[in-house]
């Protein structure tokens, strides 16, 4: 896996898996956040604004903002905040 | 739904501040539970990395973290983690939602010690994905262990500039610039309250060092005044700014980057304060709205008290000495008598600590002149998407506070409860009308506190009997 914006030195002891945005493979290193593995793949546009239509993507970092939230099953979540994990399933929020 | 827990004392947020109240208190004897929304104590500045060992490399913060989290685990103290707090009643009852459902805590003691959000002056663009706040950055490249972007530009004011910035190079990571509305003579003026820490201070230089050391563009006097891109950031626009920070006024330039991180200094986070109907002041030095609290932590309501950056941004040193002395405090109005000697042994020390930060709060203030650079166009409140043009007609037509402005326009209804935008349109009625922050006031704070997905409550509560405190007298 091609190292990019990742700066941790131990990352090639760190355990690797996918998981999938919007049908897409995204490789992830356990402890990441999906938005730190999207932001990895270059992935960096999250979702469209409900309330202007911009596109919006991570830009808290810390939980509070709510703009960079998708979906899994249904639920929407803080990509900040949530662990990728092996096979999960996230999409855009509808 | 079953009983509650019970403690003698419940503490909310396990950074610094939080984490040395709750070792303090136990020690003292207390049975004391502490809750925080993160995976482990630490907070936003001692925030555990995510690399396999765990131990947090070398790094000064990493230890001072590791050794917090380590006394942690060697007290008394009922850790409860990946737990946000939604709700919390008077008397008191701490409602969160954590890995395994909704819980609930009671405690007839609180402490509040959820710490500081960042302050943004908005600026056209800066909804682009590539555009994350100062604050949240340090969170990426510390924590999570990632570049915000291939080539950043780092820009607005404080000392979080600087340690952005030299935690980039540091990672070998690209730095397009270095945008900094302070000029020497901003820094130097606060040199005397700063010399209260030289160890602090040293620490600054050494940044500062790197980041000139690197050649670096360090633009002084400088801000953003838009940021350009379609899906994604690809560029800024700056110029030089006047004294009172006004970046429109002479010249413009164009960076390449695909990256900015952009804050204006960190603001007392007061939602669950106010939820609690405590008195509240404004004190520009602390971060702006802040609980009232005596220096040991106690506020205006029995039994509840608040440490750290959530009582006024004085930044880690003094959050873990203010944290000490509040869970002392806690300890000796339980009865704990031989607390109170502890109390007064440390609050010298921790106002010395609040010196250096109150220099630092005072230093990255956002000033009026950056409300130029907001086009009519330009989104001040993200989660509405509301622009500058519907806040000015909202206070043309009347709108003076903050809460009489949700109403007419929903600026700061959205998800992140206003966090985001209401620090910049109080700004914006205070240009208008002339009128003190105090008579804009804050807005109504409702629960939830944090967003949680009601779905998950369901059943632990009917979200509409809700009770709904009276806002805090001001
Ligand atoms: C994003 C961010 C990054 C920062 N980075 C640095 C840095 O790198 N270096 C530095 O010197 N200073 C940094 N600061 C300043 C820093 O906040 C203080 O120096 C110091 O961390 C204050 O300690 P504290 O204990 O008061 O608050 P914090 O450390 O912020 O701790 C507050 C804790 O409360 C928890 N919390 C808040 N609300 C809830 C809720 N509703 N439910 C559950 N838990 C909750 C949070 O998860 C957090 O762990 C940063 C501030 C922010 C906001
Ligand atoms: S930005 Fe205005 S409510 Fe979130």
């Not at chain 2, 030289?198 to 006097?221: C, F, Y």
Request: with cysteine.
């Amino acid at each position: 896996m091609p190292k990019g914006l990742r700066i941790d030195e131990t990352l090639a002891s760190r355990r690797s898996f996918h998981f999938s945005f919007e049908g897409r493979e995204i490789p992830a290193y356990e402890g990441e956040s999906v938005a730190t593995a999207l932001l990895a793949a270059g992935i960096t546009k999250l979702r469209c604004s409900p309330g202007d239509g911009g596109p919006r993507g991570l830009f808290c970092a810390m939980g509070v903002c709510q703009e960079c939230v998708v979906s899994v099953a249904g639920q929407a979540v803080e990509a900040c905040r949530l662990l990728a994990a092996p096979g999960l399933d996230v999409k855009v929020q509808p | 739904m079953s009983a509650p827990d019970a403690f003698d004392l419940a503490v909310i947020g396990g950074g610094p501040a939080g984490a040395s109240a709750a070792i303090e208190a136990g020690r003292a004897g207390l049975r004391v539970v502490l809750l925080d929304e993160g995976r482990s104590a630490g907070g936003q500045v001692y925030r555990a990395p995510v690399s396999g060992t765990g131990a947090s490399s070398g790094q000064p913060d990493g230890a001072v973290g590791d050794r917090l989290r380590a006394d942690l685990a060697a007290s008394t103290v009922d850790c409860r983690f990946d737990h946000r707090i939604w709700l919390v009643e008077r008397g008191f009852r701490v409602h969160g939602l954590g890995p395994d459902g909704p819980a609930t805590v009671e405690a007839p003691r609180l402490v509040i010690a959820v710490g500081a959000q960042e302050r943004h002056r908005p600026v056209p663009g800066w909804t682009l994905p590539g555009v994350i706040g100062l604050a949240g950055a340090t969170n990426l490249i510390k924590s999570q262990k990632i570049l915000p972007g291939r080539r950043v530009v780092v820009a607005g004011s404080g000392p979080l500039l600087l340690l952005v910035a030299a935690s980039i190079l540091k990672a070998g990571g690209e730095l397009a610039a270095v945008i900094d509305a302070n000029g020497r003579m901003d820094w130097l003026r606060h040199a005397p309250q700063l010399m209260a820490r030289p160890d602090l201070v040293g620490r600054g230089a050494k940044w500062l060092a790197a980041i000139l050391r690197a050649g670096v563009p360090l633009l002084s006097r400088h801000a953003l005044r838009r940021i350009v891109g379609d899906d994604h950031v690809e560029g800024v626009v700056a110029g030089p700014v006047t004294g009172d920070w006004d970046p429109s006024a002479s010249g413009e330039f164009q960076i390449a980057c695909d990256a900015v991180c952009f804050g204006y200094g960190l603001a007392p986070a007061t939602e669950t304060t106010r939820l609690l109907g405590v008195k509240h002041e404004y004190v520009p030095d602390m971060g702006g709205w802040r609980a009232v609290t005596l220096p040991d932590g106690s506020t205006s309501v029995a039994g509840l008290y608040v440490c750290g950056d959530g009582a006024g941004v004085l930044g880690a040193a003094a959050a873990a000495l203010q944290g000490r002395v509040t869970g002392l405090a806690a300890a000796r109005d339980s009865g704990h008598a031989n607390a109170a000697d502890a109390v007064e042994r440390l609050l010298p020390q921790a106002a010395r600590a609040g010196r250096f930060g109150m220099a630092m709060t005072g230093l990255a203030l956002p000033r009026d002149g950056l409300l130029s650079a907001m086009t009519p166009e330009t989104i001040i409140c993200r989660c509405e998407g509301l622009r500058r043009a519907d806040i000015d007609s909202a206070i043309a037509a009347g709108s003076q506070t903050l809460n009489g402005l949700k109403s007419a326009t929903r600026c700061g209804m959205g998800p992140c409860g206003g966090r985001v935008c209401e620090d910049t349109a109080a700004a914006l009625i205070a240009q208008h009308t002339g009128l003190s922050r105090e008579a804009i006031g804050q807005s109504t704070s409702r629960p939830p506190l944090r967003p949680v997905p009601l779905g998950q409550l369901a059943g632990a509560f009917n979200y509409l009997d809700l009770p709904m405190p009276e806002p805090a007298p001001q």
